[in-house]
Each structure stands twice: as C-alpha cells, then as structure tokens.
C-alpha cells in the first residue's frame, strides 16, 4: 500500500478538487438518509389513522431537519390528502437534491483522476525517453506499453472511483448507522449481523475474479500478440504455406482464452445472488423483530419501513467495501511496477559540472574497451585511435567486428568499461548529452523512419521548423529528391504504417537526409549505402564528398568506396584495430583491407562483368 504514496503529490496538486469532490460526497450522503425519515413518518400518519389504531408508545427519533421538516408542516395544519402530498414532494426534492450532488462528485474527483492520469502518462513517458540504450534492450516494449496504459489504468481506478466509493461508502455506512442506532439498538445490531458477511464474501469472490480476469488478460494479450505477428509476418506465412498451422496455432491460444473466459463468468455468477441472499437476510430480520415490536407500540410500524429502505440503501456500500478493497489492491501492485521504472536511474547521464559549449576539434579513443552488459559479449578491445577535425575515416571490418558499437560509444548510448572517448580534448562524459548528441549525426544500420510526411522525417532533428528548400537540399545531397517528386504528394507524402511503403534504399537515403541537414561538426555513416545501387552509391559519395567539406565523418561500410579519398582507413577484426593508415600504407600492409580491394577490384573487372 506505501507504494500509492507517491501518489500523494498528485492529490495535493489538486487537492481544491479533491477536497470539494468529498465535500459533495459528504452532503450527497446526509440529503439520502433524510428520505427513509421522512417515509417513517407518513408511514405512522397512516397508521395513526386505522381504524382500531393505538396512539404510538413512544416518540420516533429524527435528525434535526426531519424535525424540523415535520413540526412545520404539523403547525401548518393540513387535511391528510395535503400531508402525504407534501412529504411525498419532499422525499423527491431530496432525490433530485441528491441526484445533482452525485453529479458533481463525479464531476469533481472522476475528473482530477483524469487529471492525474494524464500527468502520471507524461511523467512516464517524459522518464521512459531519458532512460538509456540498456534499459531498453533489457525490457521489452510490450512491457513499457503494458505500464504505460494498463497498469496506470489501474491506478486511475485508484484516484477516481476507489477513492470516491471509499468516501462514499465510509459517510453513507456512518450516516445510516448513526440513524439507526439513534432509533432503535437492539434492530440495529440485528439487521446489520449479516452485512459483514456480505462484505468479506464480495471481498474474496471479488479476488478470485481478479485473479482470473488477469489470467485472460494474459491469454488475451498472447492472443493479440499472436495476431499481431501473423499479419505482420502474412507474407512468410504465405510464402511457406503455413496458413493452416498458424491458424491451429491461433485455435488453440483462443481455446484456452475462451475456457478461462467461460470460468470467470461463473465465478461472477455467484456475485450478485450472494448479494440478494444477505440482504433478503437483514430485511428478514427487520421485518420479523420489528413486526413483534409494533404489536407492543406502533410507531414501530414506521420504523421497519425506514430500517427496510436502509438496508437498501446500505446494499451498494457494504458490497463496495469488497471491490474497492481490491481495487486498491489491483492499484497498489500496479503503482509498485510503475514506481520501479520512475526510479530506475539513467546510467548515461550528465555529469554535475557538464560543458554546454559546441563539441568540435579532434575526436580520441583512448585504449577503449566495451562488454555488452546484459550479454558478457565483449564488442571492443583496447581501440586506441586519433581522429582529427575534418578528416574522413572509413571503418571496415567483417560482420560483428564491433565497427557500430565504436560510432554507439561516441554518441553515449553505452559508456566503455575501460578507457575514455574525448572530442576536443573533453572527455565526452563531461559533455551535455544533449550538446554532444546535437553535434554528432549518426546515420543507423537499422533505419527507422516514423509514421508521418516525408518532410517531417527529413526535419526531424531541427528544433525549429525547416523551410522547404532546405528540406530538398539535404534530400538533393541524398540522392532522393527526383523520387519524392514522384510520389503522389511529394514532400507531404505519408510514410510508413499509414502511407506507402519505401524501399530499402528510399528508406536509406531519406535518413541520410536526416543526418544532413542537421548540419553537424560530425556525421557516421553506419553502413548507410548497402541498400543503393551501385551508381546511385557513387552519385551520393561524389555529393557527400562536397558536404562534407570541413566537417569529420566516419564511414561505416563493408564495401571500399575507392573514388572518396579518405584520409584514413581503420580495420576492426574481432574488436581489436587491427589496421589502420592510408590506402597505400594499407595496401602495403597486405591485409584484410589489401585482400579486400583486390577482391573489389576483381568484381567489378569488365571481364568479371562481362562472364
Ligand atoms: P555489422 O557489420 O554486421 O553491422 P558490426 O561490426 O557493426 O557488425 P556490432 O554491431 O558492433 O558489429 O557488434 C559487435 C558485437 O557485439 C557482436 O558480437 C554483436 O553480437 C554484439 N552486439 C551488438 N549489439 C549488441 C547489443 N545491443 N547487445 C549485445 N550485444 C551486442
Ligand atoms: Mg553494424
């Protein structure tokens, strides 16, 4: 239960709300219980009136404004007819009085938990953004999504309706019971034995609903999930024939949803007949005791009307004791689960004393060394390397040599175990991440674009809004302008999900663009062409060549651009730099770098090309 704590400030955010909110709750509770008082009394006019009727024993006991209600109309005089009238407008009065303060409860606190929930929706997802590449590869996105809405759902359930039903039920007990003490102890103690009962049994069959209905939530969700990859995957499934499979493999993950499904709603079954039996119980009780005590006086005739309509009116709250128990619960375990997450802590964060200032100059790897920490899979192993402003690197090496973890460590997503990566001579863990990430733009290996108009994937990383030319320049420098005219919309054309479907190599060269027209000190390309022809390949190394005039790139690549003169060629082999220089100190060397030219050359031969 601590855990809700955190919720605390919320509440206090607004608390006018809140406090308002149980105000009305508060008044709603004492106008219902005036009703059945009112009842009593026309009740035992009635009686008054019978023939052989006594007159009544003792003086039936009101709340002050009942009393004051009924000494009004009794100076008033009024014929028997006018009397039931009167009261029978009042008892209405106070329905429609109590009607509008529900309202307004609800009104008041289902609206702050509408609130809170869209502030706790943005205080996640504003964390989830600044936590880091690890956490990410080590929870899966379903399960940030789950929280993000499920589990602050349930919380929602908390601030809203458990906490109203819980004010509610609280006052509504405490005035029924005060009233019914008030009149009569013995027929009180009486008729509410059961309703504990009630409660504890609502309370347990509510648990096992529960723990039910999160059971298909489960299967439900794998359910979804199962959907879900079929679809995406439908042209695998095609290919390989496998309809039938994938759809005995969806009977059955629906089977069991349906068998737990069928469960719950027994279980549910019982719920409300429980209900009905307790509190045909207590109306029993009322009717029997109370029944012998009018034969004695008959202002008890009055009494078991009032006790009767209390008991109903006590059906709602006492039931809801057991709900909002375990809603709280419910509430309780999710804020645990979103409490962890709240607290978990960037480990690539800022450092106290962080420059702000332009990273540029010289880059330097200082003896870095980078294990994987969730997978002990050690992707860099002493790299000691000096890059200088405005040179041009190309990064080769065989698939897994670690050439894109090197561009992640400079861009912070991991921080290396061992050694240190400085830009300008600062240590780049002394640099504003935003600053430092703001300089470098890094082209990924796995491109993703998001969901929305080709311009705005292009101006993504702007922070203020591009103009069209600049957009079509960078897109111009990324070989990619001619085909964003030929699409239907140009530059406004939807992408992705909701749009059409780019090629690899369209989808390359538009997160190039992306890259470009950041304008950056320093740019990686991490294997960025794989996906382009061979002469759009050398269209767009010839523009990058004139971009990238004073600024320092690092071109990631399994290939050898030979017409862009870099200045220095790096090899990674299993982690390690294993070669480093020129195009002819390397080919001197006669290494990987050597034995990969030759082999280039060899492809694109006009004998080779020719057989
Ligand atoms: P490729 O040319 O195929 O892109 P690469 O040279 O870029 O390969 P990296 O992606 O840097 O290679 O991977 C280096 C090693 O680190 C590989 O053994 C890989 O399995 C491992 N690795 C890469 N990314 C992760 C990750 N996020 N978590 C754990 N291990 C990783
Ligand atoms: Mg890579």
New binding site residues.
Partial sequence: MKHLAALNTYFWKYRNRFFIGIFFVVASNYFAVLAPQVTGFVVNQVQQRLPGARPAATKPVHDSLVNWFITTIQAGNFGFGWLVAICSLTILGLAILRGILMFFMRQTIIVMSRHIEFDQKNEIFQHYQQLD?QFY?THSTGDLMNRMTEDVSRVRMYTGPAVMYLINLITLIGFCVVNMLRKDVQLTLLVLAPLPVLAITIYLVNSVINKKSEKIQGLLSDLTTNAQESFSGIRVIKSFVQEKAMLGFFQRNSESYKTNAVGLAKVEAIYFPSMALMIGLSTLVTIMVGGYQALEDSSKVGLIVEFVIYINMLTFPVSAIGWTASMIQRAAASQKRLNEFLQTKPTIANSAEKVTTPVAGDIHFNHVSFT?P??G????QNCHLHIRKGEKILLL????????????LLLRFYDPQEGSISIGGTDIRQIDLRTLREQISYVQ?DIFLFSDTVSDNISFGLSSPATQETIEKAAGFSSVHKEILGFSKGYDTMIGERGVTLSGGQKQRISIARALIKEPEIIVF??CLSAVDAKTENEIIGNLYRYLHDKTAII?T?RIFSSFPFDKIIV?EN?ELVEQGTHETLMAKNGYYAELFRLQLMENSPDKTES
């Fill in positions: 590449t590869k994987y969730h997978t899979i050690q992707a860099l090496g065989r698939t897994g040599s670690g050439k894109s973890t090197l561009a992640q290996q991490d294997d990631i399994h990674l982690g």
